[in-house]
């Protein structure tokens, strides 16, 4: 579940862990109980991850939204695909 951010009036920010459902929900505050809207007080911290992690997740980004098809997939990995069907391809080809 993702963590939100939320500002109380009185009490000030705070964070609550809560389903993406409810992310537009206000939430009553954990001190006073008043009921606090969500807000946005810092942006992602995608700068200060190193860079492999900043790849990994556009790829996943990538990959979530454009899947490929299995013509596409095939299209990549012929028959005998050595990398992921777990055996060696039967003849080696020479590549031109």
């Known amino acids: 579940m993702p963590v939100y951010e939320y500002l109380c009036n009185d009490c000030g920010p705070f964070t609550e862990m809560r389903p993406m459902a409810e992310c537009e ?23 200060c991850m190193p860079a492999d992690k900043r790849k990994a997740h556009a790829t996943n980004e990538r990959s ?11 299209a990549a990995h012929g028959a005998g695909c050595g990398c992921c069907s777990g055996k060696k391809p039967s003849r080696l080809v020479k590549q031109t």
């Open 25 to 47: 929900e206000p939430h009553d505050c954990p001190q006073c109980a008043a009921e606090a809207p969500r807000v946005m007080l810092m942006a992602p911290a995608f700068f």
């Open 64 to 74: 979530r939204h454009a899947p490929k098809s299995s013509a596409e997939y095939k």
